[in-house]
């Protein structure tokens, strides 16, 4: 499985639009890359799923370059309850499969007024 | 349509205990996955069942096990009860094991175990 980086933490205001990037140099040709969201004492909540290029849906979009060693998730105009862990998954069964999902540590979004 | 239900939500226990974790999944799906979180890492896999059989297991003792039930619940035992079980245990469904492709897990709210 394809090893992911992301930034443990970052923060930013309400009304401003975030990235998180996340590097994942080793992925696969069949691999995908999802992104999870995660609420303190909930369970992680599927957001956003491509492959490359770029992908948008109504909550985030998903950037991924031509090389597909990286990708960044944007947030268009955060509000404070956008403060939650956000993870970045690689994998080729994304649904978890046999082997399930594997996640990182997060990085930690932390929105201010 | 409910979402993947857990039961108890919070549970203590003391070392050497056995505990044991219910799920009910999304009406539908045959798929249940369970992940353990401790505090300030990510959930990290422990099984996968699927039509009621082991499909995956991840790198836990053998203390964890599980089953799945023909109406697709599923329960996780642990026995044994170390300090270091102390963590929030998740449980996702799906709708089938993955294989094929794409196959979006929906996760329950988690039963946060803890032991002293």
């Known amino acids: 499985l394809a090893k992911t980086t992301q930034p443990i933490s970052m923060d930013s205001y309400e009304g401003q639009e975030v990235n998180i990037t996340c590097s994942h140099n080793n992925i696969a040709t069949n691999d995908y890359i999802t992104w999870y969201q995660q609420f303190p004492s909930q369970g992680p909540r599927f957001i956003i799923q491509g492959y490359k290029t770029k992908v948008t849906n109504e909550v985030a979009s998903l950037f991924i370059p031509a090389d597909r060693k990286s990708s960044t998730l944007s947030l268009p105009r955060v509000s404070l309850s956008d403060t939650a862990v956000y993870y970045c998954?690689?994998?080729?069964?994304?649904?978890?499969?046999?082997?399930?999902?594997?996640f990182g540590k997060g990085t930690h979004l932390i929105i201010q007024p | 349509d409910a979402g993947v239900t857990q039961s108890p939500t919070h549970l203590i226990k003391t070392r050497g205990q056995q505990v044991t974790l219910r799920c009910s999944p999304i009406?539908?799906?045959?798929?249940v996955s369970w992940y353990q979180q401790v505090l300030g890492q990510g959930p990290q896999f422990i099984f996968q069942y699927y039509e009621k059989e082991e499909r995956g297991r991840g790198n836990f003792p053998d203390r964890f096990s599980a089953r799945q039930f023909p109406n697709y619940s599923s329960e996780l035992n642990v026995n044994a009860l170390l300090l270091g079980d102390s963590a929030l245990y998740l449980c996702?469904?799906?709708?089938?094991?993955?294989?094929?492709?794409?196959?979006?897990?929906?996760f329950g709210p988690g039963t946060r175990l803890t032991v002293l």
């Open positions: 996702a469904s799906s709708l089938v094991s993955g294989q094929g492709g794409y196959n979006e897990q929906f």
């Open positions: 998954l690689v994998g080729t069964l994304v649904g978890g499969g046999a082997d399930g999902l594997t």
């Open positions: 009406s539908g799906h045959k798929s």
